[in-house]
């Protein structure tokens, strides 16, 4: 599994800038910049809170990467040390800021 900093400062499962879902899907399927990336996992949280959170983060998740261009996906798996979701202005409000091109 890969090591996960959220930065995604409205998102539910954010605690402390970390996940709180087991796993996360990065979707961006033809993304060639980090800008057109985002975590399809992003839920606005009430307040800003993380409630309703799936548990208790420890700061690995499980990366499902559905951006094809992505130096890291390797058949649809995250294989970076560790990945930053960032906020957005874009699409899906967060992007993938460790995204690389191949």
């Given at each position: 599994m890969t090591q996960l900093d959220c930065r995604a400062t409205e998102c539910r499962y954010n605690v402390?800038?970390?996940c709180a879902r087991a796993g996360i899907t990065?979707?961006?399927t033809s993304a060639k910049k980090s800008d057109e990336t985002y975590c399809g996992n992003y839920e606005v949280g009430k307040d800003g809170c993380a409630c309703n959170r799936a548990g208790e983060p420890d700061g690995v998740?499980?990366?499902t990467c559905d951006a094809k261009n992505c130096h890291y996906n390797a058949s649809g798996k995250c294989e970076a040390g560790s990945v930053d979701i960032a906020?957005?202005?874009g699409v899906g409000q967060t992007m993938c800021a460790s995204f690389a091109m191949k």
């Open positions: 402390d800038k970390m990065v979707e961006g998740t499980e990366i906020d957005s202005t």
